[in-house]
């Protein structure tokens, strides 16, 4: 027996519409996605579940997102708040992490020259909230208007957060960022 919607449309079929489209955003998007969680948490197993559990949902609420448009930006916000309620729950502060993963190959860019890599794990130790505004302001390379959008904060507070990570950064990285920690007088 076929159910039928008043609209005359199988809704077996408008499930496997759905179904293709939301297959078909995931297989776009989730290198780019898993990008984004990995310098969100700087761990490839927390991204990979990160990004398991942000497209997870989305897939839920996949038929009442209507700005089809600002799926990425919907997509990055369930990360950034997934992330953070991870960071505050406290059996993840009992957790201990550990240097060496069994089998486990590391991989690095090949365009990289390490640089890139070690400015990443000083970004890795930045306050949450100045990292996510990193993340998404110069990785992501989104407007101030849309990482405050993203975050629900002001653009005020994305100008600030992002300065002050800046100016950390620059002051433990001086010969990551090619400076000397202090600005030479004139």
């Known amino acids: 027996m076929q159910v039928v919607v008043d609209s005359g449309v199988d809704v077996g079929e408008r499930a496997a519409a759905r179904d293709a489209d939301f297959t078909a955003y995931m297989t776009a998007r989730q290198p780019a996605l898993l990008r ?32 089809r448009d600002q799926l990425d930006a919907y997509v990055r916000r369930i990360m950034v708040n997934e992330n ?34 070690a400015l990443w794990e000083f970004v890795q130790t930045l306050p949450p909230k100045q990292k996510t505004v990193v993340v998404l302001r ?31 950064l620059r002051e433990r990285a001086p010969e990551v960022l090619g400076r000397t920690g202090r600005e030479e007088e004139r």
């Not at 948490?41 to 990979?48: F, I, K, L, Q």
């Open 138 to 168: 110069y990785y992501e390379e989104l407007s101030e208007a849309e990482v405050a959008s993203t975050l629900g904060i002001s653009v005020g507070t994305v100008k600030s957060q992002a300065s002050r990570a800046l100016a950390t």
């Open 84 to 117: 953070n309620s991870l960071w505050r729950r406290p059996w993840k502060r009992r957790e201990v992490t550990s240097d060496l993963v069994p089998d486990f190959a590391s991989t690095s860019d090949v365009y990289d020259e390490g640089q890139s890599a």
């Open 36 to 67: 984004t969680a990995y310098l969100l948490t700087g761990d490839r197993h927390s991204a990979e579940d990160l990004v398991q559990v942000a497209l997870a949902k989305l897939y839920l609420s996949w038929d009442k997102v209507q700005k």
